[in-house]
């Protein structure tokens, strides 16, 4: 028995299946069979042609620059500074105009500092001590400004006393201004100059628009109605992302400034346009966390007429500003059409494989369709096809009983 059913499992391998075509009149069928049919067409012309764009090559290797400019000047009266005028050479680090630069709102400065010894700030927990042996020599302090010399220095009659170090001295004050000292930057403005290139269709463009009048950038500022002017005031940028300048000048902050080309290279150039959007990228709902803005210090160096070195120890609170580019390309391509054409009419057969489902298993009739649609057909045998008797005056009620 087991030989016979493995003969007819091998037999079976050469059997041959092919369409046969059978118009079943059920209306319901045939709704649901044209409203698939409808729903992929419409998903094949509507999205993956319409919105997609899908008859088209496209490159999303964009080449990009970013060069960027700051004006503006600012006034400030200090009691370590007195008065002085800040210009782009003092807050804008780094100088060169890269695509990440900080501008510097607040700060905190300790002037004259030198080498020498002097006590530790008293809100460093490592450098608080009780008397000399809590200083060890040589140990630098944690999370301080310079290493232990063994000391322990108290105030008068004070029971507690901080460590004696050397290090920079005077040690950087703790205190920051409680507003912004360079609050004017408000008004200050950034020059963004963007060129883009799309290697693979060799296509380029900038930002900025092309015109002979010299004064066009000393006078325009970017809004929606002028798109192609690349000065953006600092307080426009810090609003559109969502913030107060004032507020994050106070801490500082980082925002980021994404510019983005989508261009249809099948319309005129002139429609392949910028468009930006701003965002705050760090956290501005922890304003008040210890880890909340931005800053870092930097010193500036000097000697006396004895040759003693000194510095200018700045603790510089600001806005760090990120320009981001992305984008894409596309072109007509007979290749890709094709392809997604293809997708499409083989997408159809799916509306009949559904509508077999239905047909063949899920309405009452299923039987009586499953027999209309599958049909065994074996050959006749060699000695029948021969026979003499089989001619063309032969009735079909006569072929069917051979």
């Known amino acids: 028995m087991g030989q016979v059913a493995w003969k007819g499992l091998f037999l079976s391998l050469f059997d041959y299946k092919t369409e046969k075509y059978v118009i079943a009149k059920n209306k319901k069928v045939g709704i649901l069979y044209r409203v698939v049919q409808l729903s992929i067409l419409a998903y094949l012309v509507g999205w993956v042609f319409v919105v997609k764009k899908g008859y088209q090559d496209t490159d999303t290797s964009l080449q990009s620059s970013v060069i960027t400019k700051l004006k503006g000047v600012a006034f400030t009266n200090t009691s370590e500074l007195g008065e002085r005028l800040w210009d782009v050479a003092d807050y804008v680090i780094p100088p060169q ?30 450098a608080l001590c009780d008397k000399d042996r809590d200083c060890p020599a040589g140990e630098a302090v944690v999370a301080g400004n310079g290493v232990k010399t063994g000391r322990c220095l108290k105030d008068g009659d004070s029971i507690k006393g901080t460590c004696e170090i050397l290090a920079w001295c005077p040690v950087e004050k703790r205190s920051k201004p409680k507003t912004p000292l360079l609050a004017s930057a408000e008004n200050f403005t950034v020059y963004i100059k963007n060129s883009i290139r799309f290697p693979k269709f060799k296509f380029s463009k900038m930002n900025v628009l092309a015109t002979n009048d010299e004064s066009y950038l000393k006078t325009c500022r970017y809004s929606t109605e002028h798109p192609y002017c690349p000065i953006f005031v600092l307080g426009n940028i810090v609003q559109w992302a969502g913030s107060d300048f004032q507020e994050m000048a106070l801490e500082g902050g980082v925002i980021g400034i994404q510019i983005e080309w989508n261009c249809d290279l099948d319309k005129a150039p002139s429609e392949c346009n910028p468009h930006y959007s701003f965002s705050r990228l760090d956290n501005k709902f922890a304003e008040k966390s210890v880890s909340s803005g931005y800053n870092f210090r930097f010193a500036k160096y000097y000697q006396d007429s004895e040759g003693i070195e000194y510095r200018m120890l700045i603790k510089a609170y600001g806005i760090r500003f990120v320009v981001m580019v992305n984008g894409k390309a596309g072109r007509f391509n007979i290749i890709p059409t094709i392809i997604n054409i293809g997708s499409g009419l083989a997408l159809m057969g799916v509306g009949a494989f559904l509508c077999d489902l239905v047909l063949l298993y899920l309405i009452k009739k299923s039987n009586f369709y499953r027999g209309k649609k599958y049909e065994e057909v074996k050959s006749s045998s060699r000695k029948s096809l021969s026979s003499p008797t089989l001619n063309g005056n032969q009735s079909p009620d006569q072929l069917d009983r051979l």
Not at 110 to 126: G, V
């Open 97 to 126: 105009g890269e695509s990440v630069f900080f501008v510097m709102t607040n700060l905190i400065v300790t002037p004259n500092q030198r080498q020498a010894t002097c006590p530790e700030s008293a809100s460093i927990p490592d």
